[in-house]
């Protein structure tokens, strides 16, 4: 089976979804050593990794153009029909048309239609009627969570078996880290508090940071000693939250590093005492399981893929209730005992997600796409929706 794969996204400077495509692809690069399966990036623009490639995964070199969403349209069907790909993966909510190759498409979330005030007004007008008529008219398309599988099939109503759930999973490199030397330097290297809860995402509104600097202001009332550390790029909209630090007097006590290599993101998570990720609504929420593999003590949000993939490993509180997030950071700070109960769980249920896991199954709906399987893929434990009440999956080795 020959593989085309998106690499769009592997850009420097990347974030959520380019972490996404990297992670996904080395680990496809894996099975399809031993498969037999050809595996073919390709792309827009010269693509970037933090790791090379193995010789057995080829990058399509062709003519380049500056613009992806205009790439795919013109240019990406001529690629997939001139290396004659049996199945392409596009992994970023859209897919061009006019091709004869088996499309599936990853569709991380449904945010620009429920939460569109948190989007710029371009990439409302241009990506989410694509979006749209990805979902329609992919062979297989893949979501990151139940709870963004469901969110996709109420709002386009396309039928349920043609959308399947593939975890994420955090990278190789998350995980607790004891080398003092390394420690020191990071912390030095972004002039890190001694004492700090973490933050790691974009900047932008549909993270709740204005929210999230009320809660660390009332929390300082409260006798908190710990700063609050912000880790990503800066989006959109970004420059209200500065004044309102200010109003809030917060502008020693809260640090922005901007964004941060991922080879140093695990080693700042075991720096901070605790993690929090407020989001009003995402797809999975790759920070929290990052945070949780480092053994970091997580707080997040009770709502969309949140509560589903921290299970009962986190606390948990309402996106919206300022006073519940100040009550969440004062016990976190202040409670020893409950954040070595929480770094425990956390160990526990990151170990459940696997990117090697993940690649199994997408090599498996890619086959399925392509006429080479027949059936449903098999899903892995943690691909299937718990009952009600159950949170818990069973656990899988991380990869």
Known sequence: MRIAFDGTTLTPGRTGVGYYTEHLLQHLARE????????????????????????????????????????????????????KADVAHFTNGMLPLGTGAARVVTIHDMSLTLFPRCHPLRRLVINRPLLGVAARVADEV?????????????????????????????????GPITDHARLARIRARYALPERFLLYVGAIEPRKNLPRLMEAFAAAKQAGVAHDLVCVGPYGWSSRDLYE????????????????????????????????VFPSLYEGFGLPVVEAMACGTPVITASSSSLEEIAADAAEMVDPHEIAQLTDAIVRLATSRERREELSTRGLMRAAEFSWTRTAREMLALYARAAGFATGPATPSPAAVEPAVGVKRVSRGVAS
């Open 244 to 275: 309102h630090i200010d109003r809030l007097d917060l502008r020693r006590t809260v640090h922005f590093t901007g964004y941060v290599p991922l080879g140093d993101l695990p080693t700042i998570y075991n720096l901070a005492d605790f993690f």
């Open 142 to 174: 893949v979501t990151v969570s139940h709870s963004a599988r469901r969110d996709l099939l109420r709002l386009h109503g396309i039928p349920a078996d043609r959308v399947s759930v593939a975890y994420e999973a955090a990278g190789p490199g998350f």
């Open 32 to 83: 399809v050593e031993s498969s037999g399966d050809e595996l073919i990036v390709i792309s827009n623009q010269a693509i970037d990794t933090a790791q090379p490639l193995p010789r057995h995964v080829r990058v399509y070199e062709h003519r380049r153009f500056p613009l992806r969403i205009v790439w795919m349209q013109l240019l990406a069907a001529r690629v997939l029909e001139d290396i």
